[in-house]
């Protein structure tokens, strides 16, 4: 009896260890997997993490600017809308959709549509004011020069003073970009928001990428998120429509009697 007791307790001395170090193994793993839960997780199978654009895309899903043409698929090579850059431009202003729900400021825009909110947005705040004739044109691709001048628009709404300018050289292709464009297009360059290729070329009229749009994105959205710590104030508390209706940006491009779209 003495023996087979001793027996047990020799048993349980072994079993007890065992038992405590896969708790502990268990333990870890669920630590692990918790923090992988928190981090970004990337959903694209066509954007790489040796891609020069997979910070910025990873950026702009964490801060809901972008989303992917599909649940796996980001398209970077894809070209932007005008409707899928204002609607960008809305999220990075945090506004609400639901205070311009209903609103059709022009009539190629359904006032049900997905992008049609962040249109009356923008149009509320003088951002955009279509291509003419009533028009937006939510289905054109957007420029690097229609891009360069909504943005400088943004900054202008909302007050929000430029990054110090730390480039000196101007753009070898200025003489190609459009005249209602071409102090927007510098104003960024010389901040580097807006970067050329390795010839120095804006590339005014090329059409802009997906990638090419979350990379600028990127460094619009963090120096917004800058001016909102340093403010203490949100963009979009400015910018509701009942609010000071009359101080709006003079407008800029818009004065070309000829009428060109302006993005």
Do not use: H
Not at 42 to 51: L, M
Not at 88 to 115: C, H
Not at 139 to 159: C, H, I, N, P, S
Not at 211 to 240: H, L, N, Q, Y
């Amino acid at each position: 009896m003495k023996r087979r007791m001793i027996s047990m307790l020799l048993v349980l001395c072994m079993i007890v260890p065992m038992l405590s170090f896969q708790a502990l193994a268990t333990g870890a793993q669920n630590t692990e997997a918790s923090t992988e839960t928190g981090a970004v997780q990337n959903p694209f199978a066509d954007v790489k993490e040796t891609d020069w654009f997979y910070q910025s895309v990873m950026y702009a899903l964490q801060n809901n600017i972008f989303k992917g043409t599909s649940d796996t698929s980001f398209s970077p090579e894809g070209s932007m809308t005008r409707a899928m850059f204002v609607t960008i431009m809305g999220r990075i202003a945090e506004i609400n959709p639901d205070d311009y729900k209903g609103i059709q400021e022009f009539y190629d825009v359904p006032a049900d549509s997905w992008y049609g909110p962040y249109v009356a947005w923008a149009k509320e705040e003088e951002i955009t004011l279509g291509v003419g004739n009533d028009k937006f044109d939510p289905d054109g691709l957007v420029t690097r020069e229609q891009m360069a001048v909504l943005m400088v628009r943004f900054f202008d709404a909302y007050k929000i003073p430029y990054p110090e300018a730390t480039v000196t050289s101007i753009p070898a292709d200025l003489d190609s970009v459009s005249d209602y464009a071409k102090e927007a297009v510098l104003e960024l360059w010389s901040c580097g928001l807006f970067q050329g290729d390795g010839t120095g070329n804006f590339n005014p009229r090329s059409n802009a990428t997906r990638a090419e749009a979350a990379a600028f994105s990127m460094r619009f959205d963090e120096i917004v998120e800058k001016w909102f710590v340093e403010t203490g104030k949100k963009p979009a508390a400015e910018t509701k429509p009942e609010e000071n209706p009359t101080e709006k940006p003079e407008e800029k491009p818009e004065e070309n009697p000829t009428k060109k779209p302006e993005e």
